[in-house]
């Protein structure tokens, strides 16, 4: 069975930054797009950035856009999210995700989720 395994939440002033980190087992990386969704208190979960690992090929939410970037290590079947510019409404909890990509896998797979607060 798939898995992802999220880290590198916490706290952090306005301004800061944190990077993200998300491990998959279970599947074949190559064959599925990963991707960080995040989820405020009352909130819908909404889709924070993407990227299809074997090509390297990236979209983010507008309201991310040159703050934060997402990027993989397909020898580690690893995808991160590097936050800066970090702002009170960038908090969430963060999850990472695992879709098929071109059909190739099957299966979606969530992590449990990591806690990132911006305050002062």
């Known amino acids: 069975q798939g898995a992802l395994v999220e880290s590198g939440g916490g706290l952090v002033q306005p301004g800061g930054s944190l990077r993200l980190s998300c491990v998959a087992s279970?599947?074949?990386?190559?064959?599925?797009?990963m991707s960080w969704y995040r989820q405020a208190p009352g909130k819908e979960r909404e889709l924070v950035a993407r990227?299809?690992?074997?090509?390297?090929?990236?979209n983010y939410d507008d309201s991310v856009k040159g703050r934060f970037t997402i990027s993989r290590d397909k020898t580690k079947n690893t995808v991160y999210l590097q936050m800066d510019s970090l702002k009170p409404e960038d908090t969430a909890v963060y999850y990472c995700?695992?879709?098929?990509?071109?059909?190739?896998?099957?299966?979606?797979?969530w992590g449990q989720g990591t806690q990132v607060t911006v305050s002062s």
């Open positions: 990227i299809i690992p074997r090509i390297g090929s990236t």
């Open positions: 995700n695992a879709r098929p990509y071109d059909a190739l896998g099957s299966g979606e797979y």
């Open positions: 279970g599947f074949t990386f190559s064959n599925y797009a």
